[in-house]
């Protein structure tokens, strides 16, 4: 591995899906770029994730703004990096049980579609029909949003690393940030780096990182995990990633298996009694899944904005720039998230 350079024009700390793209966006549009990863390229919170790309956030127009751009990236993708992404369309399905959430979709689904996505509100009956497995007396509608896709979450850090390498890009993996001096200067274990411009997309070490810059980026840190079924009696049909509304619970096709996520425990609430709680919510809203054997997936960090939406920008008196706060959803908003940093870079 060679030495770092002495300067760069932009560093970006965070080798993500994330810190990938505004680097692969930064040295493509002629930005001298270096990328400091603290362990290997998507080893973050990146690694953590369900792999679904999906336009629609339930009361969050902003974020399907953001993630309809992505997707219009992600289906250039394998042209752009020559990296095949696997993308397979399988839809996402959100249920409502209660009256105001029906309510609240018919008063912002207007609000969805002037941002660009795909999403109408569906019966109990036509849900169902999209996910079989769903219990028609425990649900009032959903929200179906076709353009979904499942895919491969390391293929598009992958894609982007090599894009931004073969454009002229540094990146150096296993190499923490210990340090950022007042002028720029940013030291690891293994050299130092003076830069012009510091982009922070440290997921869920973001906050740390921004404080050795004397800049308070207010991102949380919480640990997710992910269980898998063991593999269902009846044959799984394709289904639409689908969302329960009022737990977050969450489920998709994972192979011969379904892949089931639901937030996090209470901070006073024990793992067991989590679990407890979500195998109860999965047999309610999926009585064909009453009694299925759960197993450990894979579990990690996110980082999360105090309203779930992400910190895109720079700091107002210093060239600081941070993508930071995505609360898992860094994945559909990478390349919109790598094209505003980079404008925000150029625009300096």
Known sequence: MSALPKR????????????????????????RTVLLERGTLGSGASGATAGVLRPYFPGDPHTGSLAVRSMAAYHAFTERTGTPLGLKRVGFLVVFTEDHQVEDFR????????AGVDVELVTASEAV?????LSERAILAAAW???TYACDPAAIVRGYAAAAQHAGAILRTETPVTGIDPDGQVHTPTGSVL??????AAGPWSRTVASMADVDLPVTTYPIELLLTEPPAAPLTTLPMTLHASSGLRIRAWKDRLLIGMGRPNPDESRQAWLQRLSHQLSTTYPALDGIRLHRGWSGAFDGSPNGTAFIGRHPSRPFLYAAGFSG???CQAPAAGEIIRDLVANN
């Open 145 to 147: 949003t076709p353009e």
């Open 8 to 31: 760069t024009d932009a560093l970006v700390i965070g080798g993500g899906v994330v810190g990938t793209s505004i680097a692969c966006h930064l040295v493509e549009a002629g930005v």
């Open 107 to 114: 008063r912002t689904q207007a609000a969805q579609q002037a």
């Open 129 to 133: 029909r999209l996910n079989p497995l």
């Open 329 to 331: 959803q860094g994945l």
């Open 195 to 200: 830069a012009e411009t510091i982009v922070c």
